[in-house]
C-alpha cells in the first residue's frame, strides 16, 4: 500500500523557482502587521515630523487592460468609466485628509510616484483632474522626482504629451520582453510594436528620465531571446533600465496553474539562469556605457540619472500612499490600506481613512531595514548607519558579515561595505542573514 507521503511529490531543488515572494521590499515581513497596531498609525499622523525627515507621495492606480499571469499586485481589468472616476475621486478625498494633519508639517512632496496596476490606462481627462487636485493639495513643484508606470499599448501621443505637461520626470515603460510569443503567453496586454511607437512618442518630448522595465526568465524565454532584448534595449538608449528575476507569488496565475497540476517548480527559467542573465545584461550594458547602481538598474550617466523615490524610501523617508492596498511609512510607522475596492471606497465615503494594518518597527528593526534594503545598492556607508542610529554595524551584524564575507559575497574596508556582482545578482536571498530569528520563518509576502 502507498502512504501519503510516497505519494508526495519530492521537494524540487534548491535552485529551482518555486511560488513564493522572492524580492524583499520592507522589514519586517508584511505578516507581522496588524489591525492591533492601528493606533500606531494614528498616532503617527498626529506627530510633527523629524527635521530633515524627506516627505514622499505614492497612488496605486489599480486599472489594467489584463492582468499578466505572473502579477501579484491589487489590479481591476473589470471597472467601467464611472467606477474608475469614483476612484479617483476617493483617491483625492483621502490626500485631503492627509493634508491637513500635523505629519506634513508644511512639507511638499521630494518625490511622487504613480504605481499600479498601469496608471497611463487612465484617460487624458481622468488624469489631468486627479494630478491637477494632488497638486492643490499638496503641490510638488518642487520634487526632484514624478514617476509614471506605463503600459506601452496604453500610450497615445496625445496622452504622453499631456503626461509630460503634467509634470512627470520618470516614466517607466513596462516593456519586459520585446517578442510577441512571449508577451502573449506571459499574459501581457501590449505587443512589440506598441513597444516603438510609445518609445519613439515619448523620446520626441524630451523627459528628463525615460526608463524600460525588463524581466529575465519569463514563461518560454530562451537565452537567444533574452539576448535579443538586450540588444534591442540598447538600440533605444534609454536613461535607465530596470531588470527583474522572474519570481511566482502564491497570488499569481501561474500558481493557481501549478497549484490545479501539483507541480511544485514554476514553468520559468531556474535562478542560476537568472542570474546569468542579468550578469549578461549588466555586461552588455557597460560596454554600452551604462553603470550598474543596483541589484536591478543599470543608468546611463548616474550624475544626472537618479531614482529618487527608491533611494529616499530605502533611506527612511515619509511616504503617504493613496489607493487601494498601498503602503505607507510615517514617523516610523508603517501602515497598509484596505486591501480590496469597495471596502476602501466605503471607508473614506465614510469620511475616514482606510487602514488596514500597521507595524512601528523598534530601533533594531529600522535599522536593519534600512540596512539590508541599501545592500541592494552593492555600496553603503557603515558610518551613515553609526551616525543615525548609534549602532555600529559592523559590531551589529559581526556574525553574518564574517559569514558572507568568509563565502566571498562582500567585503568591508574602512566605511564601505561593498558586495561582490554575483552577491548582487542574489541579494535578496543573502539579506535574510541579517533578519531577526522570528523573522526568518514568516511567509514574507
Known amino acids: 500500500m502507498t502512504t501519503e507521503a510516497e505519494r508526495a511529490p519530492a521537494p524540487p531543488p ?81 490626500l485631503e485628509m492627509y493634508a491637513s494633519q500635523p505629519f506634513i508639517g508644511g512639507r511638499k512632496p521630494h518625490f511622487v510616484y504613480f504605481g499600479g496596476g498601469t496608471p497611463s490606462y487612465l484617460s487624458v481627462d481622468q488624469l489631468t483632474l486627479l494630478m491637477g487636485e494632488m497638486k492643490r493639495l499638496l503641490p510638488w513643484d518642487e520634487a526632484q522626482e514624478v514617476a509614471f508606470e506605463c503600459e506601452p499599448g496604453t500610450l497615445t501621443e496625445p496622452k504622453i504629451k499631456a503626461i509630460r505637461e503634467l509634470g ?11 517578442d510577441d510569443h512571449v508577451l502573449e503567453i506571459n499574459g501581457r496586454a501590449h505587443r512589440s510594436k506598441e513597444i516603438w511607437r510609445a518609445y519613439e512618442y515619448a523620446r520626441s518630448l524630451d523627459f528628463p528620465q525615460i526608463n524600460i522595465d525588463l524581466i529575465a526568465g519569463m514563461v518560454e524565454e530562451t537565452e537567444a531571446n533574452w539576448r535579443e532584448c538586450v540588444r ?69 550617466n548616474p550624475e544626472k540619472t537618479k531614482f529618487v523615490y527608491r533611494d529616499q524610501v530605502w533611506s ?93 559575497w562582500l567585503k568591508v574596508e574602512g566605511d564601505e561595505l561593498t558586495l561582490t556582482r554575483a552577491a548582487l545578482l542574489q541579494v535578496d536571498r543573502l539579506i535574510h542573514h541579517y533578519f531577526l530569528p522570528q523573522h526568518l520563518s514568516a511567509r514574507y509576502t
Open 232 to 300: 534591442k534595449t540598447i538600440d533605444l538608449a534609454p536613461d535607465s533600465v530596470t531588470i527583474y528575476q522572474m519570481e511566482i507569488p502564491y497570488n499569481t496565475t501561474i500558481y493557481k496553474e501549478m497549484k490545479a497540476e501539483g507541480k511544485l517548480v514554476a514553468p520559468v527559467a531556474d535562478w542560476p539562469t537568472k542570474r546569468s542573465w542579468v550578469d549578461y545584461a549588466f555586461n552588455e550594458f557597460a560596454r554600452a556605457g551604462y553603470s550598474v547602481t543596483s541589484a536591478y538598474t543599470v543608468v546611463r
Open 14 to 94: 534548491l535552485n529551482e523557482t518555486t511560488a513564493g515572494n522572492y524580492f524583499v521590499s520592507n522589514y519586517p515581513p508584511f505578516s507581522f502587521w496588524s489591525e492591533d497596531h492601528l493606533g500606531e498609525a494614528e498616532a503617527a499622523l498626529a506627530r510633527a515630523p523629524k527635521p530633515g525627515t524627506k516627505l514622499g507621495l505614492y497612488l496605486h492606480i489599480p486599472f489594467c487592460r489584463k492582468r499578466c499571469h505572473f502579477c501579484y499586485f491589487r489590479v481591476y481589468t473589470d471597472k467601467d468609466s464611472i467606477q474608475i472616476r469614483n476612484y479617483i475621486n476617493t483617491a483625492i478625498r483621502e
Open 168 to 178: 512627470v520626470t520618470r516614466l517607466s515603460l513596462g516593456v519586459e520582453n520585446f
Open 316 to 408: 527612511g523617508a515619509d511616504m503617504v500612499a493613496l489607493g487601494v492596498a498601498s503602503f505607507s511609512h510615517v514617523g516610523g510607522t508603517h501602515f497598509q490600506n484596505l486591501a480590496d475596492f469597495d471596502p476602501y471606497l466605503a471607508k473614506l465615503n465614510e469620511g475616514k481613512l482606510p487602514h488596514w494594518r500597521a507595524y512601528t518597527p523598534t530601533s533594531d528593526e529600522r535599522l536593519i531595514r534600512e540596512w539590508i534594503l541599501q545592500h541592494k545598492l552593492g555600496k553603503l556607508r557603515v558610518s551613515y548607519f553609526t551616525e543615525k542610529f548609534g549602532v555600529d554595524p559592523r559590531e551589529r551584524f559581526a556574525e553574518p558579515l564574517s559569514k558572507l564575507a568568509a563565502d566571498g
